[in-house]
């Protein structure tokens, strides 16, 4: 004789059961990540109304800007509108006694659970996939509106903070490398010219710093160009003839979440090679495989405080899980990177401990469940 329990092992995926919790699942799902990403979208609008009134910019250079920003947005609040929905679908068919039904069937909570563990999958992978696609080109495309159409500073460079040149009085200047966390500049070249563009001297400049209210230089060289063609080396104390301020240099920064994951390791690559410090860099690229894994964790944490009668009977305690789970989440993350940025933690541990830990926690609530 068949028992309940083993009735239920032989279940197929993509019954009755499974179709009728991943549809509740998934229209809850859709309404809040609209919420959250509209909520999203004010807040940042708010946060920067006050740039935004100060450049006297268009309301469709406004509204095209933040257009091309959705993408990144969606991305960030995936996991948090997985949790919520989570919590919100189960806890409802805890509330009309639903779960009690399927579970006097010989039904486990995490056979109840396994379609939105599926779906969890599923959006983990397409939050890769948009993250590898959509948001690089569209981020990019946000900060070309801000920086050239919103706060009006040309286009410098068209690599970022790599490979910048700067035109300046009577010279053109060539940076390697600007890092805005420290306000240094990496290899730098200053070419000046003759009234009639020919080149009269060549400045080498391993490293700037900034300084007060300037940019400030040590071990630079200078090669004089004499009318016979050879070059004379001699030291030079000359400023850079540079009038950017860290402040505007900034605006040319390109985010990781402008890079795909193959661009941001080739990035990393070329870096190496000229013997630039990548740590911050590398932290960023294991976040881009670790990040997209959040909505499996919040499944896996959400499903047991979900069918619990004390959740099911409240929504706003449910909305207070979800707050309390998602900060928690955040606010580790956010450590652990900033000690992987700053060379306190390797980067593969800085990007992957909050996974671990709320992994481990998640499995442990989840497989408790009977």
């Known amino acids: 004789m068949i028992t309940a329990r083993a009735q239920h092992r032989m279940m197929p995926f993509g019954g009755l059961l499974d179709r009728y919790v991943a549809g509740g699942f998934l229209r809850v799902f859709g309404l809040s990540l609209a919420v959250i990403t509209g909520l999203y979208i004010t807040a940042d609008f708010f946060e920067r109304i006050g740039s935004l009134l100060e450049s006297g910019a268009p309301v469709a250079t406004i509204l095209r800007y933040f257009m091309f920003k959705a993408p990144l947005l969606i991305s960030r609040v995936v996991g948090f509108a997985t949790l919520f929905s989570t919590l919100f679908c189960l806890g409802l068919l805890a509330r009309t006694q639903e779960i009690t039904a399927i579970r006097s069937n010989g039904v486990s909570v995490q056979r109840i659970a396994l379609p939105l563990l599926v779906i969890s999958l599923c959006l983990s992978g397409m939050t890769f996939f948009w993250n590898e696609t959509l948001v690089p080109i569209f981020s990019r495309n946000a900060?070309?509106?801000?920086?050239?159409e919103i706060k009006q500073k040309r286009q410098l460079s068209l690599f970022g903070t790599r490979n910048i040149w700067i035109?300046?009085?009577?010279?053109?200047?060539?940076?390697?490398?600007?890092?805005?966390?420290?306000?240094?500049?990496?290899g730098v070249t200053v070419f000046t010219l003759n009234r009639d563009f020919s080149l009269r001297s060549l400045i080498e400049i391993p490293d700037a710093q900034w300084g007060v209210r300037s940019w400030e230089t040590?071990?630079?060289v200078e090669w004089e160009l004499r009318p016979d063609g050879k070059l004379t080396r001699g030291d030079?104390?000359?400023?850079?003839?540079?009038t950017e301020t860290p402040n505007d240099l900034k605006l040319l920064a390109r985010d990781a979440d402008e890079y795909s994951y193959y661009e941001l390791q080739k990035q990393i690559s070329d870096m190496k090679s000229k013997g630039i410090d990548t740590t911050a860099l590398d932290v960023d690229l294991q976040n881009k495989l670790?990040?997209?894994?959040?909505?499996?964790?919040?499944?896996l944490l959400a499903t047991p405080f979900a069918i619990k009668r004390q959740m099911s009977n409240s929504v706003s305690l449910s909305f207070g899980i979800t707050m309390v789970i998602a900060f928690g989440y955040w606010v580790l993350t956010a450590f652990c990177i900033s000690l992987g940025r700053s060379g306190a933690l390797p980067a593969l541990p800085a990007a992957w401990i909050p996974n671990f830990i709320f992994l481990m926690i998640g499995l442990y609530?989840?497989?408790a469940e009977e």
């Open 143 to 148: 900060q070309q509106i801000y920086r050239t």
């Open 167 to 186: 035109r300046g009085d009577g010279s053109f200047i060539n940076i390697d490398n600007f890092d805005p966390r420290s306000n240094t500049l990496k």
């Open 218 to 220: 040590q071990g630079a």
């Open 236 to 242: 030079s104390v000359a400023n850079i003839p540079i």
């Open 290 to 299: 670790a990040i997209p894994l959040v909505s499996l964790l919040m499944v």
């Open 365 to 367: 609530f989840f497989t």
